[in-house]
């Protein structure tokens, strides 16, 4: 039970960091598509938006690790 409650605490904490890392970019690269003028006016938060995304995935065995 007590192991079953910390796999269930961890599949929680990753899925969250992974929605939080992933949403921004996935919504400023619909909006570069769609051209309209934010994302080509703010192409440092696109530059941000993708690292905050590409290291989450480096960092994500990581955290698996540090939670189970």
């Known amino acids: 039970l007590k192991a079953d409650r910390r796999f269930a ?9 992974y929605i939080l890392s992933w949403t921004p ?8 598509l769609s051209n309209l003028e934010i994302a080509h006016q703010h192409s440092i938060l696109m530059t941000i938006f993708a690292y905050t995304a ?10 698996y690790v540090a939670t189970v």
């Open 9 to 17: 605490l961890a599949t929680i904490f990753l899925v969250s960091e």
């Open 54 to 63: 590409k290291i989450s995935m480096i960092l994500n065995p990581f955290m």
């Open 25 to 32: 970019y996935a919504i400023l690269a619909l909006f570069y």
